[in-house]
């Protein structure tokens, strides 16, 4: 699976984490995974058309060390469908930046 990985979380840096995301994320009934709605005006032609589908969410899994941000763009309401794909470089550049704006907004360095 191609990920962003941000490791080498401290404790405290994965209890600011859990309670932000756990704020302004969904969760997963799968513990540690939050889901991040993805900006509609990033989907490609193909997720647009699947409005049936919506939303497009990046899967985040927070662990006590790590962040991980996958890079396939899922949907919720099923397993498997033609608008699940790996991110096109805007929706990955997007996702970068989203995951680094909450680690500056909570004043994580890593």
């Known amino acids: 699976m191609k990920q962003y990985l941000i490791d080498g979380l401290r404790p405290g840096d994965h209890k600011k984490l859990k309670q932000y995301l756990g704020e302004h994320l969904e969760s997963s009934p799968l513990g540690g995974i939050y889901w991040l709605e ?5 989907l490609t032609s193909v997720q647009k058309e699947h409005t049936q ?7 985040l899994q927070l662990e006590e060390n790590f962040l991980s941000c996958e890079l396939l763009v899922r949907i919720q309401k099923n ?5 699940m794909a790996y991110a096109t470089k805007e929706q990955r550049n997007w996702l970068i930046e989203q995951a ?3 680690l ?5 360095s890593i």
Do not use: M, N, S, T
């Open 104 to 108: 500056e907004k909570l004043g994580i």
């Open 53 to 59: 589908c919506y939303p497009h969410v990046f899967a």
């Open 38 to 42: 993805i900006d509609r005006q990033l």
């Open 100 to 102: 680094d704006a909450i």
């Open 79 to 83: 397993i498997k469908c033609d608008c």
